[in-house]
């Protein structure tokens, strides 16, 4: 289970939704009032965590909408290999690879063996966000 319902009414800006399939962070919520026929709308509009690709989702504010959950935790750098990076988790220590576009911009410069990185993974995919 990587999401969980939350009513649309009650996203705000800077939070994570679901939108097309895609975890996405909110960059913009619009209320409409409601109408003489049927329910206020939430107009949402998210950018997506791994694809940067903007996304709108217009739906009526009482209805359900999947909210990502986000595992944030620590992985060390252990090598470069190729392309990717091979980390370990610090918590289990198991290794993974991430590829180039799962790695903010900032960060890709600044990777190297010995480094410790925070991780975020959701929907079962994960992404380097910030060297700790």
């Known amino acids: 289970m990587s999401t969980k319902p939350a009513e649309a009414g ?8 679901m939108i097309d399939g895609e975890p996405c962070k909110v960059v913009e919520v619009e209320k409409s009032k409601t109408g003489k026929h049927g329910s206020a709308k939430v107009r949402i509009v998210g950018i997506g965590v791994f694809d940067n690709v903007k996304r709108t989702l217009i739906v ?3 209805a359900q909408v999947e909210i990502p959950i986000i595992e944030k935790f620590v992985a060390q750098v252990v090598a470069k290999v190729g392309d990717s990076w091979q ?3 610090l918590r289990n220590y198991t290794t993974f690879e991430v590829s180039p576009n799962q ?3 900032d960060v890709r410069n600044k990777l190297e063996p010995g480094v410790e990185v925070e991780v975020w993974e959701i929907a079962g995919r994960r992404r380097i966000v910030r060297i700790r």
């Open 103 to 105: 790695i903010e911009e």
């Open 60 to 62: 009526p504010a009482d």
């Open 10 to 17: 009650s996203i705000k800006e800077g939070s994570y939704v």
């Open 87 to 89: 980390l370990m988790d």
